[in-house]
């Protein structure tokens, strides 16, 4: 996660939550004061969000795993029901049969 761009985002999405609060409830004052509580909401799941990274990481650490090779890992395996590695297409047989 990448600060600037979840706060570019997270700017985005507090616009689009409080113009399209005004709209809903036609009152400036309601609409601050959702779009406030909103974006509490949103720091909140952040530091949550950190908080299980850090945890994450941490736990790596301790079990003597390198951040490179459990994210290699984690990128290669993700998605793979099949059995096969990430990298086996150039190994499979090509042909017409």
């Known amino acids: 996660?990448?600060?600037?761009?979840?706060?570019?985002s997270m700017t985005g999405v507090l616009i689009a939550f409080a113009v399209s609060a005004y709209f809903m409830s036609?009152?400036?004052y309601t609409?601050?004061?959702q779009t406030l509580i909103c974006a509490v909401l949103l720091q909140v799941g952040y530091f949550i969000g950190v908080l299980y990274l850090v945890r994450r990481e941490?736990?790596?650490?301790?079990?003597?795993?390198p951040a490179e090779a459990a994210a290699a890992k984690s990128s290669k395996d993700i998605g793979r029901r099949d059995g096969l590695r990430a990298d086996a297409a150039p190994n499979l047989p090509a042909g017409d049969t």
Request: charged content about 25%; aromatic content about 14%.
């Open 31 to 33: 609409a601050l004061i």
């Open 58 to 65: 941490k736990k790596l650490r301790d079990e003597g795993i």
């Open 1 to 8: 996660m990448y600060a600037p761009r979840v706060f570019v």
């Open 26 to 28: 036609g009152s400036f």
